[in-house]
């Protein structure tokens, strides 16, 4: 008994030695740390310091334009502020400018118009003094309120301009969500014919059809 209690202080005594020595082989300590177990906790307040020093300096996503570049196959479902700039896809890339510059503002309209059909798309266009009034309004106000008759009533339709884009959703959505309510419809509007034909050409991307016909974003 006494050879086994004898064992047993020495294991005991070899298990405080090893605490005191400090971090393991793998990780030596330099030969100036302090011997006594308190020498981890500034070690492990660093890290923790360390940590909490990374987490922040992340970059924050900007509020204006964190959520929306985005629509389609890459929307963010975030509107309003929370839109990123949309990718205007060139108008040369959706018709030949060159075949179209000798035609009518109404022939080119009509082309337009008929282009989309059936596309996924709305196509219509207005005249340029109405769309340059629209882009001044919008500087002192980008928000607007649309009514939209639907059966025997209408709904409110919400907009936000940020030319050359529009964004829609319907305004009940965004008194629920604010800034994170989806665009039911994106706008994109195309003034290269604005100068010499008094035509703007609009591009309506409908982003929920259940909340949106085409009929209805035209």
């Not at 923790?48 to 509020?63: D, F």
């Given at each position: 008994m006494q050879r086994l209690s004898s064992r047993a202080s020495r294991g005991v005594g070899s298990s405080l030695k090893l605490l005191r020595r400090g971090p393991s082989p793998a990780s030596p300590a330099s030969p100036s740390s302090p011997s006594s177990p308190s020498s981890f906790v500034p070690r492990c307040c660093f890290a923790?310091?360390?940590?909490?020093?990374?987490?922040?300096?992340?970059?924050?996503?900007?509020?204006d334009f964190s959520r929306w570049v985005s629509l389609g196959c890459c929307r963010t479902s975030r509107f309003a502020t929370g839109f990123a700039p949309l990718e205007r896809k060139p108008l040369d890339s959706i018709m030949d400018v060159g075949r179209v510059k000798d035609r009518s503002a109404e022939e080119i309209a009509s082309a337009w118009d008929d282009y989309h059909l059936g596309r996924g798309h709305v196509g219509t266009s207005m005249k340029a003094k109405l769309y340059h009034l629209l882009e001044q309004r919008s500087v002192d106000c980008r928000y607007f309120v649309i009514p939209l008759w639907r059966g025997s009533g209408y709904v409110t339709?919400?907009?936000?301009?940020?030319?050359?884009?529009?964004?829609?959703?319907?305004?009940?959505?965004y008194k629920a969500s604010g800034t994170q309510a989806s665009p039911y419809m994106t706008v994109t509007f195309y003034t290269e014919f604005a100068e010499s034909k008094d035509l703007v050409l609009i591009r309506g991307d409908v982003v929920f059809t259940s909340k949106l016909s085409d009929a209805e974003a035209k």
């Open positions: 923790v310091s360390t940590l909490n020093l990374r987490k922040t300096r992340q970059p924050a996503i900007p509020g339709m919400f907009a936000q301009v940020q030319m050359p884009h529009m964004l829609l959703t319907g305004l009940e959505d």
